[in-house]
């Protein structure tokens, strides 16, 4: 439960028409960029929030409710402080935002709504574009590995080991035999070919066959 200045719940309640919403997004290296979504520039909890930023307070409700692992595009960036070069650098990768409801005509009063991490940050037709991942999208990142029969590895990666400039244009389907008669990696071959498949639990001895093991 979100604790509420009484005076700003007051006026949240009453529809009051002076609420907007505010933005604080911290890089990696420290650098803070502040915007808002109203007509001029507020101070936030210490934070300059810069108006006509591009942010899109719809998009922010309507898809920050952070299903696990949900990326939701917040909205464009056009602020100058954005530069293409940074986003090239990947200077907002990671970086993290706070979405805040505020009452400009008293900047003080605010609530947290939601606060997220940059899965991406994209320059595309002049615009900037923010995705973000809520706190649970960690909940369905893959942790340790999968047995399966099929290889995990990505192909040339430090896993796999197979020289890429020596199968140009080669792709894998991440199967043993490929793996052993393609690219000779047998070694490398990251799944479990003897893996019994699914059906081997609905298996059961049978009156005149060889239970001898060999269906596995």
Known sequence: ???????????IEGGAATLCHAWVLTRADGAVLGFTDHD??????GVTCKAA?????????????????????????????????????????????????????????FVELWR????????TGGAFTAELEGPAAGLER?????????????????????????????????RWATCREVFSNAANFRGFPSLPGEDFVTLYPAEGEANDGGRR
């Open 53 to 109: 930023s591009g942010w899109s307070a719809g998009a922010a409700e309507g898809e920050a409710g952070f299903s696990p692992g949900l990326a939701a595009a917040v909205g464009a960036l056009d602020d100058a402080a954005i530069t293409a070069a940074d986003i090239e650098a990947g200077l907002y990768d990671g970086a993290e935002v706070v979405c805040r409801r505020v009452d400009w005509s008293a900047p003080d009063l």
């Open 142 to 174: 893959v942790a340790g590995r999968a047995y399966a029969r099929n290889c995990d590895a990505t192909l040339g990666d430090g896993r796999c080991g197979v020289d890429l400039a020596a199968h140009p244009g080669a792709s894998c389907d991440r």
């Open 116 to 123: 997220a991490r940059v899965a991406r940050l994209a320059w």
């Open 40 to 45: 001029r520039d507020l101070m936030v909890a």
């Open 1 to 11: 439960m979100r604790a509420v200045d009484a005076a700003l719940a007051a006026r």
